[in-house]
């Protein structure tokens, strides 16, 4: 069993539609979880990391964590096309565990 | 304030070479990591480094091999390249605080093996 599985998608969009992004985790010691964002061709970019269950918000994003059913999730709100990218949950032990990346495309 | 950088940013070789990529950590920070993203994956951990020894490594045969140096910078080195090698290689450095092992990535260095 993979340490973190992500909805594969790609999802595309239009413009100011909300974004859902989900990964699930099997090990429940995980104890903080982070979305990255990685644009075509470049490294990933930290998003957001968050260590409890519940919500957490950051302007349009907000990461989500359910810790009984090891469930995590990124909202983007007002989706713009300067959100289009590929999204990756990833889970921190030693190493970065990574899900597979959720294509996004924004339509203008 | 400079972030991770990795040099070169494309590398082509040919199935047998070996390879150095390089990577400079964000200022501050004293941990490189290395993984490997093939097209349309997730990173995968290749090893880490620190204090110049190699602290944790991931399923990756021993023709991968790094290096620290006590600048905090590292090397990564393949040896013996198949075709299954032709990826991005990501670095990303870190700082441990109370236990948050937060990474930062640089922009990766995409090897194409013919």
């Known amino acids: 069993q993979k340490e973190v599985e992500q909805d594969p998608g790609p999802l595309s969009v239009p413009e100011g539609a909300i974004v859902s992004l989900n990964c699930t985790y099997s090990n429940s010691a995980f104890q903080y979880f982070m979305w990255y964002r990685q644009y075509s061709r470049k490294g990933p970019e930290l998003l957001m990391y968050t260590y409890s269950s519940g919500n957490k918000e950051d302007g349009r994003f907000t990461a989500q964590v359910d810790k009984s059913s090891k469930y995590i999730s990124l909202f983007i709100r007002d989706s713009q096309p300067s959100d289009s990218a590929t999204y990756l949950c990833?889970?921190?032990?030693?190493?970065?565990?990574f899900g597979a990346g959720t294509t996004v495309t924004v339509r203008a | 304030d400079a972030g991770v950088t990795q040099s070169p940013t494309h590398l082509i070789k040919t199935r047998g070479q070996q390879v150095t990529l390089r990577c400079s950590p964000k200022s501050g920070h004293d941990t490189v990591s290395w993984y490997q993203q093939a097209l349309g994956q997730g990173p995968q951990f290749i090893f880490q480094?620190?204090?110049?020894?190699?602290?944790q490594r991931g399923n990756f045969p021993d023709r991968f091999s790094g290096h620290q140096f006590p600048n905090y910078s590292s090397e990564l080195n393949v040896n013996a390249l198949w075709l299954g090698d032709s990826a991005l290689y990501l670095c990303?450095?870190?700082?441990?605080?109370?236990?948050?092992?937060?990474?930062?990535f640089g922009a990766g260095t995409r090897l194409s093996v013919l």
């Open positions: 990833a889970i921190p032990d030693y190493k970065l565990s």
């Open positions: 480094y620190y204090e110049e020894e190699e602290r």
């Open positions: 990303a450095s870190s700082f441990s605080d109370r236990g948050r092992d937060i990474q930062y």
